[in-house]
């Protein structure tokens, strides 16, 4: 995955920047001296809790949190707080989610006993736009993990048929690069 460090308005203050997923995965604040030395504290919100990491240069912030993101890979967890509905597409049963750089998935199962996966709201579908149904919640983790990045630039392309609805206007907005590189810290 590609990372940029991106300056903010505040003097002290920087983003860590998915290139890839156009996502915010981490923000870099400077140590105050007498404040436990100086340095930078990388934040990092990611399954529901934050995490800081300490680096002594700017330089060492973009290869900590991709470490980070290494060592603490998205992991399917079960959805607790789910009030199941049972209208035709609505889960009805067990829901799992999983938070991406490239998005939140989540498999659930509907009222015909089958599971579907989403990934930010759009249902993995078939090339005709109909749904993907599968007979296991394995099965249906298993596509959402395949096609996690579909869509996204420097992602490899899967020809199993199945993709989320993709839209590509927001990735050729052509301001982005041009406000990308102004932000970019050299």
């Excluded at 140590?31 to 990491?53: A, N, Q, S």
């Excluded at 890979?73 to 989610?97: D, I, V």
């Excluded at 020809?159 to 907005?173: A, E, F, K």
Aim: contains cysteine; negative net charge.
């Amino acid at each position: 995955m590609t990372y940029l460090l991106q300056k903010c308005e505040r003097e002290d203050h920087y983003d860590v920047i998915n290139d890839d997923a156009d996502s915010l995965v981490a923000s870099v604040y400077a140590r105050k001296p007498g404040g436990g030395g100086l340095g930078y504290h990388v934040e990092i919100y990611w399954r529901g809790k934050d995490h800081e990491i300490v680096v002594k240069s700017l330089d060492d912030a973009i290869p900590a949190v991709g470490a980070f993101y290494e060592a603490n890979p998205p992991q399917w967890e079960p959805e607790s707080h789910l009030t199941p509905g049972c209208a035709a597409m609505e889960p009805c049963g067990a829901r799992y989610f999983k938070e991406t750089q490239f998005g939140d998935l989540w498999v659930g199962q509907v009222k015909s006993g089958e599971w579907v996966a989403y990934r930010g709201g759009h249902a993995l579908s078939h090339a005709d736009g109909k749904t993907a149904h599968f007979a296991t919640r394995k099965e249906a983790q298993r596509a959402a993990d395949a096609h996690f990045r579909d869509g996204y630039p420097n992602s490899e392309t899967i020809t199993d048929g199945l993709t989320w609805p993709v839209d590509h206007q927001w990735w050729l907005d052509p301001y982005r690069p041009a406000n990308r590189a102004r932000l970019a810290v050299a």
